[in-house]
């Protein structure tokens, strides 16, 4: 392969690699060095890319090795993450002050119940064990065969369908537990809440209710419903999307917290 | 080498007789013997995971309350059955061969578990507990039959290996 095409191609999996990077880190910077560092990475062993797979499986190969180092070190979040970071965020009134800010200055800060939905998934994904968390994300969201995810991870493809089938069952737990938009008995409202204090004039449930999720939370089984939950996680570019800048404030914010939390 | 003939002659006069997950019992004087074998659609890797993973047992598992500890060579668990909910089972890992034997017991009694890889993604499991003692005898009626508590171990690892082994690709 030239360079010349490597390059374009690369240019081609960035915004897919930077969101993943996003997703496994919870960390924007994290995120960014970590596409550096797989291009550098890439580049010096171009030499070495036999086609045996696709590119963009060999990108996100580099690209899951260095974010496993990178937090090798670092502690798991735990499944109550919202609880928390909320309750920091209520006493901590820069936070509220910052995000008024951004919504009053970007273009990026719609406060979108889809988009909370994909952030909070991304926040109790990193309860999961690391590598229950990327097959998920590797599979469920950027959409690698089980066989891709293996040569990425460096597992057989048994293991691959166990720690997704894990990862699942525990989101599945969680979120049947936590979320009040598919369970009455949630206990979390964050997405009302925040809604209601982002968009004061919209009514939550009339809203809530265009969303696929929502809409079929008594009617269909639960592995339906994270199914439908990833598709959300799927469809949202967390760099791009409309709600991006204030989504991102809400993740540092959180990566902040528990930074000293765990 | 003997622990390994001990076991071949477990798994194959159990696998003769206990197919299917239908399980067998052998009444003695000073033991007795409760065998179960199941033929699961799926990678040894995956049965031995779900096997080993200690907290994640009562997911899967009907016949399991809780198990705490870590489930490797030579550590300790506290195991607590449906069958008796009320009593704690401390126990010892005592032979742990990653994806063919694992092993656990007490002073009253041990439980092994083999798997073999038959190839075609098929794996036979073995699930075997020998209960006795020099007091055996005293006790024994007390005891209620491992049968159905076997059989639903078998098909509850038998269900949750094979859907696990069918994710889709």
């Known amino acids: 392969m030239t360079t010349e095409l490597f390059n374009e191609e690369f240019k081609g999996i960035t915004g897919q690699l930077r969101s993943y990077l996003l997703r496994i ?23 070495t890319f036999r086609g045996e797979s696709s590119l963009k499986t060999w990108l996100f190969t580099i690209a899951s090795n260095l974010v496993k180092d990178n937090l090798r070190a670092k502690k798991r979040w735990p499944e109550n993450v919202t609880d928390i970071c909320k309750a920091a965020a209520h006493s901590n009134p820069q936070f509220f002050e910052e ?16 988009e909370h939905i994909a952030f909070c998934f991304t926040c109790i994904s990193k309860s999961l064990p690391l590598e229950q968390q990327l097959c998920l994300f590797l599979k469920e969201v950027y959409e690698f065969k089980v066989s891709e995810i293996a040569t990425i991870l460096d597992l057989s493809e048994a293991m691959v369908k166990y720690y997704l089938h894990m990862g699942r069952a525990k989101m599945i737990e969680i979120f049947d537990g936590r979320c009040a938009i598919i369970n009455k008995e949630g206990i979390c409202h964050q997405c009302s809440e925040l809604n209601g204090h982002y968009n ?20 269909v089984g639960k592995e339906q419903l994270l199914d439908l939950r990833m598709k959300i996680v799927n469809e949202i570019d967390p760099f791009e999307s409309g709600a991006a800048a204030l989504q991102l404030h809400h993740l540092e914010h959180n990566r902040n917290v528990m930074e000293k939390y765990v | 080498m003997k622990r390994l003939f001990t076991v071949l002659t477990i798994m194959i006069s159990t696998m003769a007789m206990a197919q299917n997950g239908k399980a067998i ?3 003695k004087t000073f033991s007795r013997t409760t065998s179960v074998s199941a033929e699961i659609k799926a990678d040894p890797a995956i049965i031995w995971k779900l096997l080993t993973s200690a907290l994640d047992y009562p997911r899967w598992n009907t016949t399991v ?10 550590e300790k668990i506290r195991l607590k059955s449906t069958m008796a909910p009320k009593r704690t089972f401390k126990l010892k890992v005592k032979e742990f061969e990653n994806e063919k034997c694992l092993a656990w017991g007490d002073g009253q009694g041990t439980r ?15 699930m075997n507990e020998k209960i006795g003692g020099f ?35």
């Open chain 1, 200 to 219: 004061p004039k919209q009514k939550f449930q009339e809203e809530v209710i265009k969303i696929e999720m929502a809409k079929e939370a008594q009617t």
């Open chain 2, 65 to 74: 309350i809780s198990i705490e500890g870590t489930i490797a060579a030579g």
């Open chain 2, 112 to 126: 092994i578990y083999t798997l073999v890889n038959k190839g075609k993604g098929i794996t036979t499991f073995v």
């Open chain 2, 135 to 169: 007091m055996f005898p005293m006790y024994a009626k007390h005891i209620p039959s491992f049968d159905a508590s076997f059989e639903q171990f078998a098909a509850d690892l038998k269900k949750e290996a094979e859907t696990i082994q069918n994710t889709r690709k």
């Open chain 2, 25 to 27: 019992t052998e009444k």
């Open chain 1, 99 to 114: 995000a008024m800010q951004i919504k009053a200055t970007s273009t990026q800060a719609a406060f979108e119940i889809k």
């Open chain 1, 25 to 47: 880190t919870a960390s924007v910077h994290d995120a960014e060095d970590i596409v550096h560092d797989t291009y550098i990475r890439a580049s010096e062993k171009l030499h």
